[in-house]
């Protein structure tokens, strides 16, 4: 698989991060065809969080790949931590201190290669957050750090305290949720497409080395459903198709393949434990649309050009 530098740190990563939020749907040995075929495929970058599956993933996880020191030299593991299910958000030092200490008990590892936090925090004191990285960092429990779902202003709030740079923001992305791609076409227009939803995330996260990591990028809505041979979306689905028959691909790899398409070189994390619609993912990074087709699709969805 094609790697990429992963923002401003010096991990080279594939192109493509597998997310684990469903495995704990999975019986052990469908979770260890699903981690094996991820690794054969080249796909060695994991995406977890403290919270899918209260925990058990990682468990899973690190049961299915029957994780030892050999294995974890191979891997790249991200995790997130911060978010209190159904109560708060916690980005306090104790929190994320002992978030990461369960992370990488349930892991069995010594180390996560990247920690993000998960959801914007409106108690957030920088200087603990700081302490908290200097704290992980200095005892080798993480090595680089990152945010998700977090604004421009969000992030330059963290920096002033920070000696760590922020190398990912994970954020929703797909053909049908792209707003962060839709307001920097109608720039100083009068319809909806104008509206700046997010502080210019995508163009500030270029300018500052962020990697920016699309979540959910076969989604409508908020964890609607998705697009893909949805009845709902036929314009959309019928141009994909003929896209996707040209390449001699599936609906799922161009999907993938219109976000690398992005000059922005986005890593989207899967979130699909079939085994064949992963490796549908994967052929994605192999894909390069032309500009023309990223448009046509792009238009398919619905969005409009002024």
């Known amino acids: ?7 401003s740190s010096n991990l080279q990563v594939p192109v493509i991060a597998v997310g684990c939020m469903r495995i704990k749907n999975l019986t052990k ?8 075929t991820a690794l054969d495929e080249g796909a060695n970058f994991f995406d977890h969080a403290d919270i899918y599956g209260g925990g058990t993933c990682e ?3 690190a049961e299915a790949i029957n994780m030892n020191s050999s294995i974890r030299e191979k891997i790249i593991l991200q995790s997130k931590c911060g978010i209190v299910p159904g109560r708060m958000f916690d980005f306090s030092k104790e929190h994320i201190l002992e978030s990461v200490d369960g992370s990488l008990k349930r892991l069995k590892t010594d180390y996560l290669d990247i920690l993000l936090l998960h959801r914007p925090d409106s108690l957030v004191e920088p200087e603990e957050v700081a302490e ?3 704290r992980l960092q200095s005892s080798g429990k993480v090595r680089n750090f990152g945010v998700s779902n977090h604004n421009p202003m969000q992030i330059q709030l963290l920096k002033k305290s920070l000696k760590q740079p922020l190398v990912a923001n994970q954020l929703q992305l ?4 792209a707003t962060m791609i839709s307001y920097g076409i109608h720039v100083n227009m009068l319809d909806e497409s104008a509206v700046d939803r997010d502080g210019g995330v995508l163009d500030f996260c270029r300018i500052n080395d ?3 990591q699309p979540w959910s990028p076969f989604q409508y809505g908020f964890f609607e459903g ?12 019928a141009k994909i198709n003929e896209i996707a028959a040209k390449y001699e691909v599936t609906n799922t790899t161009i999907a993938i393949s219109w976000i690398l398409r992005h000059p922005a070189h986005m890593q989207p994390v899967t979130g699909t434990v079939n085994v064949n619609r992963l490796k549908d993912c994967i052929k994605a990074a192999d894909i390069c649309l032309t500009r ?4 046509e699709i792009y238009r398919a969805a619905g969005n409009k050009l002024p």
């Open 29 to 36: 040995p469908h979770a260890e065809r699903f981690i094996k």
């Open 132 to 134: 908290a990285f200097d």
């Open 210 to 212: 962020i990697t920016i």
């Open 174 to 177: 797909s053909i049908t949720n």
């Open 1 to 7: 698989m094609k790697t990429m530098k992963l923002g």
């Open 59 to 61: 468990e899973i996880f």
């Open 226 to 237: 998705v697009f893909l041979d949805n009845d709902k979306f036929p314009e959309l689905n």
């Open 292 to 295: 023309e087709e990223w448009y």
